[in-house]
């Protein structure tokens, strides 16, 4: 039987790792702006007739947030129509159409219009991405599988990171798009998961698709019987009913708070302008270098979260996750501060603090709420709620996201630096207080336990009843 284990665990882990190549992409996207705007800026480096203004930059940077804002619900409608394989191959088709236009373009409109589009379709691989992984899972390999979001994103980030600020923005945009082409091709090859397939009455592709993910044909049954007890709660799913639904709603504020809550505590306002940022330190750390150092800590900071899943609870690494940004929020606070004291002279320790707090602000959150995120968002909806209730979450996520980013330029010129940092160390302590208060551990509960510490109504008996045979037969 572990053999069977084992083999049916190196299959889940090969379809979530060909559905997080996506995220590689997604992540070499979210990290673009931090070496591209700096060329953008830059007269003899810009494809542009002259450098963009701040107020150009900030929308090629957020816009499409702003667009993604009203995009992600329809995401979700279509996650449950077409499926989730074919959203997939859908948003990455057009993030390489976009990528294509990146390459020839010569005006600040096209560059605002692609990146837009790419924004879009980033956002709707987090809707997709987790909700694949998770249907895909099995219950005792969920944590681990989620967090793989996390690592691919954090690969693309250090990609873009290491390879951006040494080409030129030609060159640059030809490796998006090659990175975006080569790791669309798998994805023709996945199965769609085992919920949409029953979903949609194709029972048998369901079982067919289960067995080989979960080992025997018994235990597939018996997460059949998991889904038609989902399906008997809802039978179908009307949108309204659900907005009306008590148990929907509560996990929808949970959904706010955590997609919500990620952005606020001002990770992507930092890692988008990561490279701004460490040039205006103007410390002797190359910011080149620097930001490469940061990038690859992102990646091991994000593998750690898979280690320690199996050791410690969702909350606890939420918590300490945001305790530590905090912490690295207020070191860069204190360095401008006394930095940008008149006459001073930046010496000794003082170059490296805004490169340590940095690296606190980015190892936090990637091991932890950046990991997180979205798996545990994915896990507070039950089955037919699941497209809907993410692609809700992601659209608080990307306005949040489209606020922090289009706003933070402007907002450190006015207040500076240090308030700004400070700010998000309190938006940090205020999001770790819901989630303490809030939030019901996850760790090792079926999506009906998690139903269940949420308060809803489910049928205890056949869900329990369920769960135990699953169980012995493991």
């Known amino acids: 039987m572990k053999l069977n284990i084992s083999s049916s665990s190196i299959r889940q882990y090969a379809v979530v790792v060909i559905v997080n190549f996506a995220v590689v992409t997604t992540g070499m996207s979210i990290a673009w702006p931090s070496p591209v705007l700096v060329k953008l800026r830059n007269a003899t480096e810009t494809p542009l007739p002259e450098p963009i203004t701040e107020e150009e930059g900030s929308w090629v940077v957020a816009g499409g947030y702003l667009c993604a804002m009203f995009t992600n619900v329809f995401g979700g409608m279509l996650l449950d129509l077409i ?16 990528a294509l236009l990146l390459i020839f373009a010569d005006q600040v409109w096209m560059l605002i219009f692609s990146r837009a589009v790419m924004a879009v379709t980033d956002s709707f691989v987090f809707i997709i991405v987790p909700v694949y992984a998770s249907e895909i899972a099995s219950k005792d390999h969920r944590g681990a599988l989620g967090t793989l979001l996390q690592v691919f994103s954090s690969l693309g980030v250090v990609i873009t990171l290491s390879v951006g600020p040494f080409l030129s923005y030609v060159n640059f945009s030809i490796v998006v798009a090659s990175v975006i082409a080569v790791t669309t091709v798998p994805l023709f090859f996945l199965p769609d998961t085992p919920y949409y397939l029953y ?3 194709h029972t048998e592709d369901a079982v067919k698709v289960l067995t080989q ?13 998991e889904y038609e007890i989902s399906k008997k709660n809802e039978k179908e799913v009307d949108k ?4 009306k639904n008590r148990t929907f709603l509560k996990s929808v504020l949970l959904g706010f708070l955590l997609a919500g809550g990620a952005q606020l505590v001002g990770f992507n306002a930092v890692s988008f302008y990561l490279q701004t940022i460490l040039e205006s330190t103007q410390t002797s750390v190359m910011p080149e270098i620097a930001s490469v150092i940061i990038g690859v800590i992102q990646v091991l900071a994000s593998f750690c979260t898979t280690l320690i899943m199996s050791k410690f609870g969702r909350r606890s690494i ?14 860069l606070g204190v360095f401008f501060i006394i930095s940008g004291a008149e006459g001073y002279v930046i010496t000794g320790f003082m170059n490296y603090l ?64 240090a308030p700004t940092y400070w700010f998000f160390a309190a938006m940090c302590v205020l999001v770790g207080i819901l989630i303490a208060v809030f939030l019901p551990e996850t760790k090792g509960k079926s999506f009906s336990e998690i139903q269940e510490a949420l308060g809803g109504n489910t049928d205890n008996t056949e869900i329990k009843t369920t769960d135990n045979n699953i169980k012995e037969s493991i």
């Open 83 to 98: 499926g989730r394989k074919y959203c997939l191959l859908l948003s990455s088709v057009s993030k390489l159409t976009m």
């Open 240 to 243: 309204i009913a659900l907005l």
């Open 199 to 201: 979903s949609k009455g």
């Open 213 to 225: 993910l979960r080992g025997s044909e018994q235990l597939a049954n018996e997460e059949i019987k």
């Open 318 to 331: 939420l918590l300490t996750s945001l305790a530590g940004m905090c912490l690295g929020m207020i070191g």
């Open 354 to 417: 805004p490169i340590i707090s940095l690296i606190f602000v980015i190892f936090c959150y990637c091991a932890g709420i950046g990991s997180l995120l979205w798996l545990v968002i994915a896990e507070v909806f039950e089955g037919p709620s699941r497209a809907l209730g993410v692609s809700i979450s992601v659209t608080a996520s990307s306005l949040f996201i489209f606020i922090t980013t289009k706003y933070f330029a402007i907002v450190t010129l006015a207040i500076g630096p």
